[in-house]
């Protein structure tokens, strides 16, 4: 995986605004972190900037702090019992299938099962 292989996030944001469409029957919470994840995209990732991203914003969704602005995290996403965030994090293949393009989505499982190998 290599920094060239950054693409635009600007799809990517604007599918994970609207999530509901591109994953029905998910949790409410799935579709206000989809929300915020996109506002904290940078305008271009690659697969692992995706992941790494992903779990930043997630730790700061469960500590109710925005990590970079130090402002609070939407309520919405914040303080929700451990296992939602655990979900939530095992469902980065999924998220990304939906929002992603597909080169780019099977990048994001094969980093993800890597990483969960450990």
Partial sequence: ????????????????????????DEHEFTY??????A?????ELNAIGFIIQFQLTLSDARRGIDGTTK?????SISGMPAPIYVVTEMKIPRI???VCPTDFADKVDQVYVELHKR
């Fill in 96 to 98: 990304a299938r939906a």
């Fill in 39 to 43: 506002t904290r995209l940078n305008s």
């Fill in 71 to 75: 402002k609070p995290s939407p309520a």
């Fill in 1 to 24: 995986m290599e920094i060239s292989d950054a693409i635009s996030t600007e799809e990517i944001r604007r599918k994970l605004q609207n999530l509901r469409e591109y994953m029905p």
């Fill in 32 to 37: 206000d972190f989809g929300a915020y994840l």
